[in-house]
C-alpha cells in the first residue's frame, strides 16, 4: 500500500523559487478580484469602508503635516 502525497495531483512539474511566488500571488489576486466582484454587487461593505478610510487618510494628513518641522 503506497501513499501518494497530494492524492494523485502531478507534482513533477512544480516550479521551485520564484514560479512558486508568482504562482501564489496569482492566486491571491485571483481571490481579491473575486471578492471584489461579489463587493461590486452587494455594496455592503463598500458603504462602511468609504467614511473609515477617508477618516484614516484625515488623520495621517493631520498626523504626518510637514510643516511641523518634527
Request: hydrophobic content about 50%; proline content about 3%; some cysteine.
Amino acid at each position: 500500500m503506497s501513499r501518494r502525497v497530494g492524492h494523485g495531483a502531478d507534482t513533477t512539474n512544480r516550479r521551485v523559487g520564484h514560479g512558486a511566488v508568482s504562482e501564489a500571488a496569482r492566486g491571491a489576486l485571483l481571490v481579491a478580484a473575486k471578492d471584489l466582484r461579489l463587493e461590486r454587487r452587494t455594496k455592503v461593505a463598500t458603504a462602511q469602508m468609504l467614511p473609515f478610510a477617508l477618516l484614516v487618510l484625515l488623520l495621517f494628513a493631520f498626523a504626518l503635516d510637514p510643516d511641523r518641522g518634527c
